[in-house]
């Protein structure tokens, strides 16, 4: 196996980060001299050990998340005489929560929930996603704080997607010991079992015990009474434990939610969702739909579809002042196409005010969260950016996108928040509000 100071491809190993059974983990640079986490499989693994790191790979190349490694490729490279097989991922900076237990780091009430609803928030994620992604080796280590305090998940080594029934046979045993739920022992996995694993996790992280040290005399992990950290945080962990994953909550969000629903008198405003974007409270304070198509509404549906010439140019903030260059470029390109070009911007601009208009007097507002930024092409050469979200309606998670001006969403990330409209009556389907 390659050792620090070595290269493997384009990168260039600077020390070794991990161990595992048949591979190891380097921080390592590429040419550009961006850092990256490097893991490497060794030439002893067995065919097992070389499906799930392919899997690992294929499935951090879909995910698109701020707590969780952004993927940068995956291949093999050349290291010394011989091809090796690569997984390079983001360097994620910072402490994992084993090295914070190790050092006995104290952690108040409000941290130990905030990590507590950050790890669940990136579950929920994760879990509606389609399939299911599933972790299956949740444990201290595997957490790491972010300098920022942001809580990311690392090393999806035993990632699944998709889960087992109760009822069938068995697969691949993949997990630790003591952060695993005995139906996982016997290959099975779901949603409430990575949930057994946060709770174990947190266990070990209030108590400064591993959870093997509270098994009582029928295996169930007993969380004790006087937990230091006390309520709410007890009761979520000994449903998270329970032996039987039925028992367990249903999903992340219902465990996320439980933190909320027993908190009303002492909720920090930092575990509550955070909304940036200014058009988030101006849609959630609009009136109940139907909504009076008004003059002003009409402005407003135009400021958000844009204009033919915003279309064409989708990178220039719009202005209400005279613009020459605009009407230039809309004559130059009808002289070019005899009319053809404009001709087809007016159109799309035309229905996507006539889209617009329909959702803002009809649609119920809600709060989404950004999955993926991509730019489109649109038109004869113009660019859009394809905004991807997830949003929470009627109790049920719904998956949605748009297509927005570049310049609107130059300073958006995955991760942020923004305003949508909703239509129930038609499958759901929403906009992004991007302008107030």
């Not at 190993?13 to 390592?28: D, I, M, Q």
């Not at 961006?34 to 790979?57: C, I, M, N, P, Q």
């Not at 992604?133 to 949740?138: A, E, N, P, S, T």
């Not at 908190?263 to 849609?283: K, Q, W």
Request: proline share 8%; aromatic share 8%.
């Amino acid at each position: 196996m390659a050792g620090p100071g070595e290269p493997i491809g384009r990168y260039r190993l600077v020390r070794r980060l991990g161990r595992g059974g048949f591979g190891e983990t380097f921080l390592a640079e590429d040419e550009a001299g961006r850092s990256v986490a490097l893991k490497v499989l060794s030439d002893e693994a067995d065919w097992k050990a070389r499906e799930l790191f392919e899997r690992e790979g294929t499935v951090l190349a879909t995910i698109r998340h701020p707590a969780i490694p952004e993927f940068v490729e995956a291949g093999r490279a050349p290291a010394g005489d011989r091809l090796v097989p690569f997984l390079a991922m983001e360097f994620v900076d910072g402490e994992s929560l084993a090295t914070l237990i190790e050092r006995g780091a104290p952690l108040d009430r409000a941290d130990v929930l905030q990590l507590l609803a950050d790890l669940l928030a990136t579950l929920e994620y994760l879990h509606t996603r389609v399939p299911p992604v599933l972790h299956r080796d949740i444990k201290p280590s595997n957490l790491i704080r972010r300098p920022s305090g942001e809580l990311c998940l690392v090393d999806f080594g035993s990632v699944r997607t998709s889960y087992e029934a109760p009822d069938s046979p068995g697969s691949t045993v993949a997990g630790t010991y003591g952060y695993m739920p005995y139906e996982q022992y016997l290959g099975q996995a779901s949603p409430a079992s990575d949930l057994f694993a946060v709770g174990a996790t947190f266990l070990h992280l209030v108590t400064g015990k591993p959870p093997g040290a509270f098994l009582g005399a029928g295996g169930q992990v007993e969380v004790p009474a006087d937990l230091p950290v006390g309520e709410p945080l007890g009761g979520l962990l000994t449903r998270m434990l329970r032996a039987a994953p039925e028992e367990r909550f249903r999903s992340a969000q219902e465990a996320r939610r439980a933190i909320f629903e027993t908190e009303p008198a002492n909720r920090s405003p930092a575990l509550l969702p955070v909304a940036t974007p200014t058009t988030i409270g101006l849609v959630a304070a609009w009136p109940a739909a139907p909504r009076p198509v008004d003059r002003a509404m009409r402005e407003h549906a135009r400021r958000i579809a844009g204009s033919a010439l915003e279309l064409m140019d989708p990178t220039r903030r719009p202005t209400s002042e005279f613009n020459p260059v605009g009407l230039a470029v809309v004559a130059f390109a009808s002289v070019l196409t005899i009319g053809i070009l404009p001709g087809i911007y007016l159109s799309a601009a035309k229905k996507r005010r006539v889209r617009t208009l329909e959702f803002l007097a009809h649609g119920q507002p809600a709060v989404a969260r950004i999955q993926a930024l991509e730019p489109v092409e649109f038109g004869m050469g113009g660019k859009l950016t394809r905004v991807d979200y997830e949003f929470t309606f009627e109790d049920r998670l719904h998956r949605g996108f748009d297509e927005v001006q570049p310049w609107i969403t130059s300073r958006w990330r995955v991760g942020d928040q923004v305003a949508v409209l909703v239509r129930p009556e038609d499958d759901y389907d929403s906009i992004v509000v991007t302008r107030s």
